[in-house]
């Protein structure tokens, strides 16, 4: 099992910018594939974006796609969101989740992951 811990959320204005950072422990981090997701008010649980192994193939949902990116360090077994432009809709506890599969799998009940952080809290004031 991977412990994962998000922090970085927040309150911001429409339009700006936040950048989630989620560590990971508990298992060799370079051979995880890794991912965020959100859920909103009222809403289910949605896929954000994801992260290969080595980094070497990244997939977003169309809601963000050209808005986020997600990134990883490896030496700081660390995976980041990079989130502009941010839309109220946007609202929304955010979550880390690892696959100990190397990769993500879009035909995969949550794309394949495995472990969860317990989320944090981005808030998009209009």
């Known amino acids: 099992q991977v412990q994962l811990v998000e922090s970085g959320g927040g309150l911001v204005q429409a339009g700006g910018s936040l950048r989630l950072s989620c560590v990971a422990s508990g298992r060799t981090f370079s051979t995880l594939g890794l991912g965020w997701f959100r859920q909103a008010p009222g809403k289910e649980r949605e896929f954000v974006a994801a992260i290969s192994w080595s980094a070497g193939n990244k997939y977003y949902a169309d809601p963000v796609n050209g808005r986020f990116t997600i990134s990883r360090d490896n030496a700081k077994n660390t995976v980041y969101l990079q989130m502009n432009s941010l839309k109220p809709d946007d609202t929304a506890v955010y979550y880390c989740?690892?696959?100990?599969?190397?990769?993500?799998?879009?035909?995969?009940?949550?794309?394949?992951?495995?472990?969860w952080g317990k989320g944090t809290l981005v808030t998009v004031s209009s």
């Open positions: 989740a690892a696959s100990s599969k190397r990769s993500y799998y879009p035909g995969a009940v949550d794309y394949g992951m495995d472990s």
